[in-house]
Every structure is written in structure tokens, then in C-alpha cells.
């Protein structure tokens, strides 16, 4: 656990370094601190030895796959665009260990390109999505990390209504796995306005379908996917604690109090907050099934990387500025700035205290005896 403690220090240092009125706004600093920040969580989870719930299951498929003729690969269930990274490293070695290095690098790199490209603090953003969870997402659930990863680039589409780009976007990232799928029709639901009217309607449909989850499951698994189905899985069965989603739904509360501002501050206000919304529903849903909570993945990386920043810069530059006349608008600012932070690192050392997808202890490669 230590070592996710100092990589939380040292990500927190790099943030606070990056709002200081010196650093502030320059983009070389800006740079240096995402590429160290960026640096370090490689580092951590590149060498990470039995690290993560399914660590096991990807050094086995990666044996398995090793040497198998091209003609035995395509019927693997497996989506291809992964198993072609399997066996583009088993051109160059046959450690397993290649394949978390290779997968990380992608993971990382992707990210941090998006947080340079489209946030002014990157390095509050990297902390973000290392603190709420994501990262540790990304040390068991590869595909789906590496396909959320290029969704990403998709939110530019989305926000510029580009269908046939975005579409592209999304069928390579299903590539890596099939789930990506899910954000074609999301593509026309996540344009609608944001108001407390629409997020009513969002909630009431979403309840609906949580209820009736069990026989969409159910018919879906029919299909596709069908070690997932709710009669045989028992990921169907076992929930998450509820309390990840509430960290969540906290945040979505403040950007919620803030959609003025941060539609004024960004391009992407309207979308981020939608992505909220829809990390916290399918966090929520994974209370009654634990295999749902990974459609989370599509949208709760754009959260972390872009809106939550966001709040922490509209908060602090309200409070330097002392651009709220009101003590209503005063208290408004405050709980929204102490409710985000509190958000994270309450994720944060709930996730560590209750070992969030086996990541507790971490161990190194070169501990291998």
C-alpha cells in the first residue's frame, strides 16, 4: 500500500505545483509535471508482479497464445485487436511480463495526451484519475481500460457532432472490446442538455432498467458474451459496494451546482456532466450486478480528466478572484471545491482500505524468485 500512498504524494505535489500563480497557465511546466506524473504511474504499474484480480487470467492468455497459428487465433473469443498485441510482443519476447508494459504504456500514453490536448491543469487531472479509481482499472481490466482509452478521443465527435468520425472511434476501440459498442446510441442521448428536468428523466429511465436488468441480462447473454449470463456467472450475481457510486454521485452534485460555469469554461461542460452521470449509473447498477459497473469505464475516465479539474480551477479562480457576490454563491463555491476534493480521496482510501479489485498488496517484478 505504501507505494500507492507516495505516488498519491507525489501527484498531489505536482497539482498543487501546477495552480501556483509561477507554474500557472505555462505550458513547458505544464508538460514536465504531466510527463513525470505520467512517469511514475507507468512505472508502478508496468512492473507490477500479481498485482489486480486479473493478472493471472492475462499471463495465461498470453501463454496460450503464444506460438498458436494465425488460423486457431481467429476463433479465439477474444477481441482481436487485443490478441494482435499479444502476439505482436511475442514477436520480440516470450515474457509475460512484456504484456503489461506494452498495455500500460498504451493506457498512459492516451491519456495523457488527452489531458494535454483538452486541460489546463493536467496534472490535476492525472490525479484525478489516478485517486478515483481508474487507474486501478486499468491494472486488471485491460481490454475494457484500453478500449475506454481510445473512446476518449471520441468525446471530441460527440461534442461536434460528428457521427461517421466518432463511429470509427468507437468500432476500433471494440476492437478490444466488444462493450464499446454500447456508446453508439449514447452518442444521441449524451448531446441533450443538462438541466435538473433531464436529469430527472435520466434517472427515472435508468431505474426502470435497473429493475428489468436481470431479463435484459438475460437476453443479451443469449447472444453475446454468454459466460456473463445472469443464470450461470456469479459476476452477475455479486455486487460492489454502493459506496463507490455515492463518491461519484457527490461529484455529479457539484457539477451539477457549477453546469453554468463549467458550459461557460468548457466546449465539453454539457458532455462531461452527462459521463458523470452515466459513471455514476452504471457504478450504481453494479451494486446488483458487479460485471455492469465496467460500462464505467466509457465515461469516467472523461470525468476525472477533464470535468474534475475543471471544478477545482472554476472553484479556486471564484475564491482568488472573489468573484461571488452572494454568501449563498460563497457556500456554493466552497462545498463544491471541499466536495470534489473530498470525493477523490475518499474514493481513494476507501478503494485502498477495502483492497479495490485486489491491487493490495503491490508487489514487483523483480521480487520474482
Known amino acids: 500500500m505504501k ?25 513547458l511546466f505544464q508538460h514536465i509535471f504531466l510527463a513525470c506524473g ?21 499471463t495465461r492468455s498470453f501463454m496460450k497464445f503464444m506460438g498458436m497459428p494465425l488460423a486457431e487465433l481467429a476463433k479465439e473469443r477474444m477481441e482481436k485487436g487485443y490478441v494482435l498485441i499479444n502476439r505482436y510482443i511475442n514477436i520480440f519476447t516470450n515474457d509475460f511480463q512484456a504484456l503489461f508494459v506494452v ?7 492516451l491519456s495523457a495526451v488527452i489531458l494535454a490536448k483538452y486541460c489546463k ?9 489516478y485517486l478515483l479509481g481508474f487507474y486501478f482499472n486499468s491494472m486488471n481490466f485491460l481490454r475494457t481500460t484500453i478500449a475506454a ?20 472511434v468507437v468500432v476500433l476501440a471494440s476492437a478490444f472490446h466488444l462493450s464499446a459498442l454500447l456508446m453508439i446510441p449514447l452518442y444521441f442521448i449524451m ?20 429493475l428489468l436488468s436481470k431479463d435484459i441480462m438475460m437476453y443479451i447473454t443469449t447472444y453475446v458474451y454468454t459466460s456473463y449470463s445472469p443464470e450461470t456467472s456469479l459476476n452477475m450475481f455479486l455486487g460492489i459496494p454502493v ?40 457504478g450504481f447498477i453494479g451494486f446488483k450486478h458487479a460485471i455492469l459497473s465496467r460500462f464505467a469505464s466509457y465515461f469516467g475516465p ?61 508487489d514487483w517484478i523483480w521480487n520474482l524468485q
Open 191 to 210: 448531446n441533450i442538455k443538462i438541466n435538473y428536468k433531464s436529469l430527472t428523466i435520466f434517472c427515472a429511465v435508468g431505474g426502470a432498467i435497473f
Open 149 to 168: 482509452s481510445i473512446i476518449l478521443f471520441a468525446y471530441k465527435y460527440i461534442r461536434d457532432r460528428q457521427f461517421l468520425r466518432f463511429l470509427v
Open 38 to 58: 505520467s512517469a511514475l504511474l507507468f512505472f508502478v504499474s508496468a512492473f507490477r508482479l500479481n498485482t489486480g484480480h486479473d493478472y493471472p487470467n492475462y
Open 3 to 27: 507505494v500507492y500512498l507516495i505516488a498519491a504524494a507525489a501527484l498531489l505535489t505536482f497539482a498543487v505545483l501546477s495552480e501556483i500563480t509561477f507554474f500557472r497557465g505555462k505550458k
Open 243 to 282: 459506496a463507490y457510486s455515492l463518491f461519484i454521485a457527490l461529484i455529479l452534485v457539484c457539477a451539477m451546482l457549477l453546469r453554468k460555469d463549467i458550459k461557460k469554461h468548457s466546449d465539453f461542460g454539457n458532455i462531461l456532466i452527462s459521463a458523470t452521470f452515466f459513471d455514476f449509473y452504471f
Open 121 to 129: 491543469n493536467p496534472s490535476m487531472g492525472l490525479l484525478s484519475f
Open 302 to 362: 472523461a470525468m476525472a480528466l477533464l470535468l474534475v479539474p475543471l471544478i477545482i480551477r472554476i472553484t479556486i479562480d471564484k475564491i482568488i478572484y472573489k468573484t461571488d457576490y452572494t454568501p449563498a454563491g460563497r457556500i456554493r463555491t466552497y462545498f463544491c471545491l471541499l466536495g470534489t476534493a473530498a470525493a477523490s480521496f475518499g474514493f481513494f482510501a476507501y478503494a485502498l482500505l477495502n483492497n479495490y479489485n485486489r491491487v493490495v498488496p503491490h
Open 103 to 109: 498495455t500500460t504504456l498504451i493506457i498512459i500514453a
